[in-house]
């Protein structure tokens, strides 16, 4: 387990605090999106993880596979509009309380899966392994915390 895991429970605890950290005020550093928007966009991002688990993309409709372990393990991300998949922006905002409260769910019940409960594949990155999804959850919710710089 890396030391980004969310799998970790110390990991999960900075991840939830930095969100609890987050108002319906706060501005983006970048990007068009919104604190309101991206808490559900979050959530529907983790529930790739675990929804609709036996839906495989084959690595040939996935964008960007053959460059999953650059993305996921390696690269930075890009500050500003990146693509997301459909299925991670399917879910419209509520309210505050609400939706903080999905996206914690979210990490929780991520963390909790036995592996075998995991999606084998992502829309953009194909096939993955418990811990390419590991890497990339925390990646993504990093990338947004840091977005509205927490």
Known sequence: MSANSLR??????????????LNPESSGLWGE???AR???HLADAMRLAFEDGEVVTAD?????????????HEW???EGKAKSPPEGMKT????WETDVASLVDSIE?????????LAAS???????????????MFKHLDHHLRQFGV
């Open 60 to 72: 040939a409709d996935a964008p960007f596979a053959a460059k999953r372990r650059e993305w996921i």
């Open 122 to 136: 992502h829309p953009l990155f194909g096939r993955m392994t418990l811990n390419d999804w590991d890497a990339l």
């Open 8 to 21: 970790s429970e110390h990991t999960r605890a900075e991840v939830v605090a930095r969100i609890f950290a």
């Open 38 to 40: 991206v808490l559900p």
């Open 92 to 95: 419209q905002p509520t309210n």
């Open 33 to 35: 999106m919104s604190t």
């Open 76 to 78: 930075p991300w890009p």
């Open 109 to 117: 019940r991520f963390a909790n899966l036995n592996p075998e409960e």
